[in-house]
């Protein structure tokens, strides 16, 4: 089979390709509905909840380099083929976790596999769809993906958890593994970045260590403190490796990324916009999904299928982020994107402790879910068409880093600021009751813990109890949001500031010269 085969054929490898990206992010956004499950089952704190969240995260943000280069050097077809299939029996491990530890740890595994599909599959993409027009529709098509899988994935874990047991929510993995596994095999192109040089080790390690303890440093910041000595030393010493890194970089031949492109605008602040879309976005699933659940009171299925206003947005709207780029220009799009998703906080901040769910609840979602599908598209067509051919591994890789620094920082900024409001107000409000010391300090932990306290108390307690925690974690939830708000906002003005017109590429992308298998 010949390249221009694979080319001809390129419509056919996008649902492929379009797969692997719903399974990597479906996970990443299913485990969110049953967070009171595990909170319930497993006695899992706020902290331990992140962590559930973010232990998946820390290791697919700091291998996503890696995943790329080598991507690059060995194969992508071969990379993405591999990790699918240890993501599948990572699944597994995670359905089958009895304790927090060990979930958390299989839920790392995953994140780790997972680094090593997301920047392939772009990559693969990348240099199939030459033409920047048919490029930026593929892309829209791969990032409506994306949308979809952030919220089919609480309806589909809320099923789950109806009919069976928590961990049954990572089962829905391995069916799509084998079929992304079988139709690779059939329809993906191999392909190779030949540069002739030797691969960039020294890079992928020292890339590797200043990522990943920049994420790690950014997930226990609520548990450490903003201020603590842990916490600023930890990122003064991971910025530091990231600046050794660029510098090794800059003199090393064949280098894992080429940080010249950084000075690239479009590149920058593309990336720096989908950053800013996933703050916003996994900070307030985090939150939405515990608020269905434990305030409202909804069953996990119920609260699923209450965020489907976000997937047909997204459905809807995504490709037409892409289509809209090409016509007024990326900036305008991505900028308008950004803003919506800040309007769709602003109304979350605002809505009453019993807001009707078809009023502000559903506006808060479909904002996000508008401005999401506004914002993702373009951006990765300005990251992705600001590239050469070898450099389209590293260059997806740093597109995904940024969407999962994003995303991180989303669950664990948004997460401090609800913990440090919240805390306080169910501590005052409980102990006002004449609820005993001890047990409002438990209750201060969680949401869950606190349904959990309430629900122990005497009866003629227990319903105070419930309306002074209910209005607490409205109150958090809140200032959350607010702080969502602003830099989404900031966003905004920095896309339409920075971001350059068309989606035109700035940098024509060479003809790559592959290496395909028959």
Known sequence: MTSTTHHDRRWLVLPVLCLSVFLVVVDNTIVNVALPS????????????????????????????????????????????????????????????????????????????????????????????????????????????????VALGPITGGLLIEHFWAGSIFLVNVPIVIAVVVLGGIFLPESVATSGLPFDGRGLVV????????????????????SSTRTIG????????????????????????????????????????????????????????????????????????????????AA????????????????????????????????????????????????????????????????????????????????????NTTRELGGTLGVAVLGSVFASAFAPRVLAGLSGLGVPRGAAASASVSMAQAVAVSRGLPPALQAPALHVSSSAFIHALHAASAMGAVVAFAGAVLAVAYLGGRTDQTVRLEAEVAAVSA
């Open 207 to 226: 890339g590797t260590v200043g990522v990943t303890s920049l994420v790690y440093a950014i997930i226990e910041g609520p548990t450490w403190g903003w």
């Open 316 to 399: 809807v709207t995504t490709p037409l982020g892409a289509v809209l780029a090409l016509r007024i220009g990326a900036r305008w799009v991505v900028g308008a994107g950004l803003a919506a998703m800040g309007g769709g906080l602003v109304i979350a901040a605002t809505m009453p402790l019993d807001a009707p769910y078809l009023g502000p609840v559903v506006a808060s979602m479909v904002l996000l879910s508008l401005g999401l599908s506004l914002t993702t598209a373009p951006s990765t067509e300005a990251v992705m068409g600001s590239l050469r051919a070898d450099q389209v591994g590293a260059g997806a890789a740093v597109n």
């Open 38 to 149: 595990f909170s319930r089952n497993l006695h899992a704190s706020n902290s331990s909840l992140q962590w559930i969240v973010d232990g998946y995260s820390l290791p697919f943000a700091g291998l996503l380099l890696a995943g790329g280069g080598v991507g690059d050097r060995l194969g992508r077809k071969r990379t993405m083929q591999v990790a699918l299939v240890c993501f599948g029996a990572c699944s597994l491990l995670a359905a089958v976790a009895g304790s927090t530890s060990s979930l958390i740890a299989a839920r790392a595994l995953m994140g780790a596999a997972a680094a090593f599909i997301f920047p392939t599959g772009l990559a693969i993409l990348t240099t199939l769809f030459t033409d920047s027009s048919e490029r930026a529709k593929a892309i829209g098509i791969w990032s409506a993906t994306t949308g979809i899988a």
């Open 234 to 313: 930890l990122l003064c010493a991971s910025i530091a490796v990231l600046a050794a890194f660029a510098a090794l970089e800059l003199r090393t031949d064949g280098a894992l990324l080429d940080v010249r492109v950084f000075q690239n605008k479009r590149f920058t602040v593309g990336a720096t916009s989908i950053s800013v879309a996933f703050f916003a976005l996994f900070g307030f699933i985090f939150l939405i999904t515990q608020y269905f659940q434990l305030v409202r009171g909804y069953s996990a299925l119920s609260a699923g299928v209450r965020t489907l206003p976000f997937a047909v947005t």
